[in-house]
Nanobody, 115 residues
Framework: QVQLVESGGGLVQPGGSLRLSCAASGIIFSRNTMNWYRQAPGKQRELVASISSGGFTNYADSVKGRFTISRDNAKNTVHLQMNSLKPEDTAVYFC?????????WGQGMQVTVSS
């Protein structure tokens, strides 16, 4: 059974930081591209950042220079370090694993940036 369990979300003030984590089980983690998506109310889900099995990273323009994605294959975990957070970063954040054949999603967690 595949599970992606996200943690680290919550409420933070503008300019603050959060570190999201996603722990995977039931997959060969090292062979999967790991992704963070987000969905704000009334908007489509969008890709925030991804990291390939080889460690190549990709970011949405809106988060470049502020967010950093990383992976720990020994712990089957992917992280998203979010700095200089803005109110427009408020959304439900989802972890996704894909290997070209199958894709799996986490349950999502709320990140709210507000004073």
């Amino acid at each position: 059974q595949v599970q992606l369990v996200e943690s680290g979300g919550g409420l933070v003030q503008p300019g603050g930081s959060l570190r999201l984590s996603c722990a995977a089980s039931g997959i060969i983690f090292s062979r999967n591209t790991m992704n963070w998506y987000r969905q704000a109310p009334g908007k489509q889900r969008e890709l925030v950042a991804s990291i390939s099995s080889g460690g190549f990273t990709n970011y949405a323009d809106s988060v470049k220079g502020r967010f950093t994605i990383s992976r720990d294959n020994a712990k089957n975990t992917v992280h998203l370090q979010m700095n200089s957070l803005k109110p427009e970063d408020t959304a439900v954040y989802f972890c996704k694993a894909n290997n070209g054949y199958q894709a799996y999603w986490g349950q999502g967690m709320q990140v709210t940036v507000s004073s």
